[in-house]
T-cell receptor
């Protein structure tokens, strides 16, 4: 079965902050990646975490706790264009990514 | 730089027919991956090339699927004969050599088998 979980859908208001959680179980963990995907388009790389802690990249930040098998993506100052699916994925040997089902974020005015 | 390009963007075929999908990775990327998303499911790994060699093909569903990467540049994924359950979006991705090199994805080929 699937061993990486994230919420299916979330809704937030323009200008607000939203946190998308992801939990996973795996051995041979190499890193945790976040991708953004707009409908009908390619998933685009947002961030990755290899070590525990917070990685900040402009309005987006990602956090990892390897001992807890937990990550989150934090989006600040939400904009309408941030409405998309957010994919959590872990990598193991060979850079093979195992994806969660994605979280569909809807940003409302 | 040009991104990962996939052709065709859409394909509708009948059960039993053959379809070949093509992927052109970013120039200089030795790693090339095929992934698939079946309706309502997560994106799943199919296989991984390093240059022209298959590094890992553990995700290939069965022997109706054949991937090649002759010359280590573009790759093709052939489905023969296609079945209804092969319908989905087939993504190609490429990356540079390096343990944490992010994958760059193409827009995918939406395959519909009727």
């Amino acid at each position: 079965g699937q061993n990486i979980d994230q919420p299916t859908e979330m809704t937030a208001t323009e200008g607000a902050i939203v946190q998308i959680n992801c939990t996973y179980q795996t051995s041979g963990f190499n890193g945790l990646f976040w991708y953004q995907q707009h409908a009908g388009e390619a998933p685009t790389f947002l961030s990755y975490n290899v070590l525990d802690g917070l990685e900040e990249k402009g309005r987006f930040s990602s956090f990892l706790s390897r001992s807890k098998g937990y990550s989150y993506l934090l989006l600040k100052e939400l904009q309408m264009k941030d409405s998309a699916s957010y994919l959590c994925a872990y990598s193991n040997a060979g850079n093979m990514l195992t994806f969660g089902g994605g979280t569909r974020l809807m940003v409302k005015p | 730089e040009a991104g990962v390009t996939q052709f065709p963007s859409h394909s509708v075929i009948e059960k039993g027919q053959t379809v070949t999908l093509r992927c052109d990775p970013i120039s200089g990327h030795d790693n090339l991956y095929w992934y698939r998303r079946v309706m309502g499911k997560e994106i799943k790994f199919l296989l991984h090339f390093v240059k022209e060699s298959k590094q890992d093909e553990s995700g290939m569903p069965n022997n109706r699927f054949l991937a090649e990467r002759t010359g280590g540049t573009y790759s093709t994924l052939k489905v023969q004969p296609a079945e209804l359950e092969d319908s989905g979006v087939y993504f190609c991705a490429s990356s540079q050599v390096g343990r944490y090199s992010p994958l760059h994805f193409g827009n995918g080929t939406r395959l519909t088998v009727t």
